[in-house]
Nanobody, 129 residues
Framework: QVQLVESGGGLVQAGGSLRLSCAAS????????MGWFRQAPGKEREVVAA????????YYANSVKGRFTISRDNAKNTVYLQMNNLKPEDTAVYFC??????????????????????WGRGTQVTVSS
């Protein structure tokens, strides 16, 4: 089992920045690919970014490319999402997710919600115009 707790959400004006953190506990964090997803009211949960367990491979949704950066610190069991130049359409609850991966899958990331085994409870991000 992996427990995930997100933090860092809040209210920010358009053009501003936030950094989300996801702290993991439980099974070895290192061998888990991680993802950030978001869900706006009335919409499906969508992938924002994903990162392999080694950190060497990343994926971004087109809507956030060039503005968001996913990173991880395996020594701290934490994954981050740096969000810059935020837009009102980024408003959503942001979730982090974890998927256990074999050592040999060091370069694999996953961008489908159904790939992930473990989920946090989410943190609200609200961007005002």
């Amino acid at each position: 089992q992996v427990q995930l707790v997100e933090s860092g959400g809040g209210l920010v004006q358009a053009g501003g920045s936030l950094r989300l953190s996801c702290a993991a506990s439980g099974r070895t964090f290192s061998y888990h690919a991680m993802g950030w997803f978001r869900q706006a009211p009335g919409k499906e949960r969508e992938v924002v970014a994903a990162i392999s367990w080694s950190g060497e491979s990343t994926y971004y949704a087109n809507s956030v490319k060039g503005r968001f950066t996913i990173s991880r610190d395996n020594a701290k069991n934490t994954v981050y999402l740096q969000m810059n130049n935020l837009k009102p359409e980024d408003t959503a609850v942001y979730f982090c997710a974890a998927k256990e991966v074999a050592y040999s899958g060091r370069g694999l990331y996953f961008n489908r919600r159904y790939d992930y085994q473990y989920w946090g409870r989410g943190t609200q991000v609200t961007v005002s115009s």
